[in-house]
């Protein structure tokens, strides 16, 4: 069995439900290493939500990159890193905040997700 996956499987992957481990360098020679919960369409942008004044936002605005490494727990034990620029910093909007929840919590848990953590001062990014 090869342990490089093709680009088509590496997008695969990634476009999965999986909990990823953001990196972004946090300055003074910190590193700060994070799980988050990401979005990803093969092809597409990686996206990344988080509080607009948290440790992450402010490692990844003073690195103007970051890092995710997303992996599978049970054998043959599969990940994939990548990294790169920040491409934006933008407020999700409802339906894509939706969309992210029901990606890990499932149709009902994302519902209640989102009606029990609202956004109405826009603090996420």
Same mark, same amino acid.
């Given at each position: 069995?090869?342990?490089?996956?093709? +680009?088509?499987?590496?997008?695969?992957?990634?476009?999965?439900?999986? +909990?990823? +481990?953001?990196? /972004?360098?946090g300055g003074g020679g910190r590193t700060l290493?994070?799980? +988050?919960?990401?979005?990803?369409? %093969?092809?597409?942008?990686?996206?990344?939500?988080?509080? @607009? @004044?948290?440790? #992450?936002?402010?490692?990844?605005?003073?690195?103007?990159?970051?890092?995710?490494?997303?992996? &599978?727990?049970?054998?043959?034990? @599969?990940?994939?890193?990548?990294?790169? %620029?920040?491409?934006?910093? &933008?407020?999700? &909007?409802? /339906?894509?905040?939706?969309?992210?929840?029901? @990606?890990?919590?499932?149709?009902?848990?994302? &519902?209640r997700y989102i009606a029990g953590n609202p956004? %109405?001062?826009? #603090?996420?990014?």
């Amino acid at each position: 069995m090869s342990v490089v996956m093709s +680009v088509s499987e590496r997008e695969e992957f990634l476009a999965a439900a999986r +909990v990823g +481990v953001l990196s /972004a360098s946090g300055g003074g020679g910190r590193t700060l290493a994070v799980p +988050v919960w990401y979005s990803y369409q %093969p092809g597409g942008l990686l996206t990344v939500l988080t509080g @607009r @004044r948290s440790r #992450k936002a402010a490692a990844i605005r003073a690195a103007g990159r970051f890092g995710l490494c997303v992996q &599978d727990a049970t054998p043959p034990y @599969r990940y994939v890193s990548v990294e790169g %620029p920040v491409a934006a910093e &933008d407020e999700l &909007d409802e /339906a894509e905040r939706l969309a992210m929840a029901r @990606r890990y919590l499932g149709t009902a848990g994302g &519902d209640r997700y989102i009606a029990g953590n609202p956004d %109405p001062q826009h #603090k996420n990014v």
